[in-house]
């Protein structure tokens, strides 16, 4: 059975295959559509989904073209879960006037030994300005890659000149 974790809310189900995402998340008790229309559930489904190759069906051509469906962007209303994802949720509009929308603390590594951490990175934090030094000063220098096309007319023609005004210079000390 497909593993579903919905990410701002720190919820984790199994579902069985084929599920829509939105049903998924309506049990849950998550918002997954920004209503235009109060009560109509007529409005924007988009979440964000990651997750392996195939782990949800293939967009429709009306969800690409209309609703712009991309990369992890999908329509909680039209996937369907195959395989394990994870989820990123969006507010919805009424959360402003009602109770606020549960989301729960960030797993913490050091208290949860299940909880993902942060890999090695090169770019630079608090803790290391200047980047983890796990990932940065190896010692190992990647070889430049160089220029195999030939030479432009106009880089020849310039070293052409600049072989003529060194004839003539040798000519003049002469």
Known sequence: MPKVTFINEARTVEVPSGRLISEIAEELGIMTCREEFAGTGLGN?????????????????????????RGWKRMANRARVLGDVEVWTQSAVGDRLRMPRPIEKPPQPRFDPGAKRLGVSAAGTAAFPYGNPEAVGKGERQAIARNTGKPKKAGAAAAAAAEEAEDDEETEAE
Request: no cysteine.
């Open 45 to 69: 489904y988009t979440v964000w989904v990651k997750g392996e190759e195939g782990a949800l069906t293939p967009p429709t051509w009306w969800e690409k073209w209309y609703w712009g469906s």
